[in-house]
């Protein structure tokens, strides 16, 4: 399975971008895999951002993006979705898509098996 990040870049504060993740390769089942977003700030551990089932019947947020941050998927696209709005200078990370088959909401980085390359959001004040 391969996953590439897309939509990062540079917004003021208060801006908004949406984050794409495209999976591929033949093993990939979307309604069986779990989907989650990371990020890691400069100097900082990366962190559970957010995630979503299979279906994407339900969801689960890091606290700190509650009210702002919207995830979302679309499996006939292979395609999993972070709408950012409300941006902040702490949102400032690299993010990171990850996939969990067979499991869903987790938000221990250990219980995804693939990564994306991240993809860079640059907040500024």
């Known amino acids: 399975v391969h996953l590439t990040e897309s939509g990062g870049g540079l917004v003021q504060a208060g801006g908004s971008l949406r984050l794409s993740c495209v999976a591929s390769?033949?093993?990939?089942?979307?309604?069986?895999?779990?989907m989650g977003w990371f990020r890691q700030a400069p100097g900082k551990d990366r962190e559970f951002v957010a995630a979503?089932?299979?279906?994407?019947?339900?969801?689960k947020y890091a606290d700190f993006v509650k009210g702002r941050f919207t995830i979302s998927r679309d499996n006939a696209k292979n395609t999993v979705y972070l709408q950012m709005n409300t941006l902040k200078p702490d949102d400032t990370a690299i993010y990171y898509c990850?996939?969990?088959?067979?499991?869903?909401?987790?938000?221990?980085?250990?219980?995804?098996?693939?990564w994306g390359q991240g993809t860079q959001v640059t907040v500024s004040s």
């Open positions: 990850a996939a969990a088959p067979g499991r869903f909401l987790v938000v221990e980085q250990g219980e995804y098996n693939y």
């Open positions: 390769g033949g093993s990939f089942s979307a309604t069986t895999t779990g």
């Open positions: 979503i089932t299979g279906r994407g019947s339900a969801t």
